[in-house]
């Protein structure tokens, strides 16, 4: 009896720990201020956490695609250690005093020589946005490039892009009425 309640304890272990990264560990977005519900023409400041899930390789690479609804009402937050690179396109209006309002398609951060995101770390890039005036849902497909597993093979490419249900699930946050 002794046996099989040992054995069964060594299996519930094994699985937990096979079982935990896939269903925990993802890039998720989430407010850092305001906290609580996130309320319809609220100014938001989100954070992207990102952990690494692999045993032997480092995230070097994140790209985040950044809703339609907030595209042009997005600014990032600098971050030493990764480079940041905004793909924009100009939408043709202009703001205030003249100047050309531009839509923030994805935000690239690219870490720099010996940043890397380790295995057992995750990194926090902070963003925010005006929330949209109506309730709705936004979700942030989120592309996590590792290095190879070993020196000179190909980056592997996680991409947290898929429905609430997939093994690799898109972030998506709730704007609610205020």
């Known amino acids: 009896m002794k046996k099989k309640l040992i054995l069964s304890a060594a299996v519930v272990a094994v699985v937990a720990a096979v079982a935990a990264p896939l269903g925990s560990g993802h890039a998720v977005v989430s407010a850092i201020q305001p906290q609580g519900k996130l309320l319809t023409a609220q100014t938001t400041t989100y954070v992207l956490r990102v952990p690494n899930e692999k045993a032997a390789q480092s995230t070097f690479k994140v790209i985040m695609t950044v809703p339609d609804a907030v595209q042009t009402a997005i600014s990032v937050r600098t971050m030493a250690d990764w480079d940041i690179t905004l793909d924009r396109v100009d939408t043709g209006q202009k703001n205030a005093s003249g100047e050309p309002i531009y839509a923030i398609k994805h935000i690239t951060w690219r870490s720099q020589k010996g940043k890397m995101i380790k295995p057992g770390f995750y990194s926090l890039f902070e963003f925010r946005f005006r929330n949209p005036s109506t309730p709705t849902s936004l979700c942030f497909p989120t592309d996590q490039w590792y290095n190879g ?19 690799t699930p898109a972030s998506c946050i709730n704007i609610v009425d205020s």
């Not at 597993?149 to 093994?167: F, I, M, N």
Request: charged letters at 10%; aromatic letters at 6%; hydrophobic letters at 35%.
């Open 149 to 167: 597993p070993a020196k000179g093979t190909p980056a592997e490419l996680v991409s947290w892009s898929g429905g609430a249900s997939s093994a």
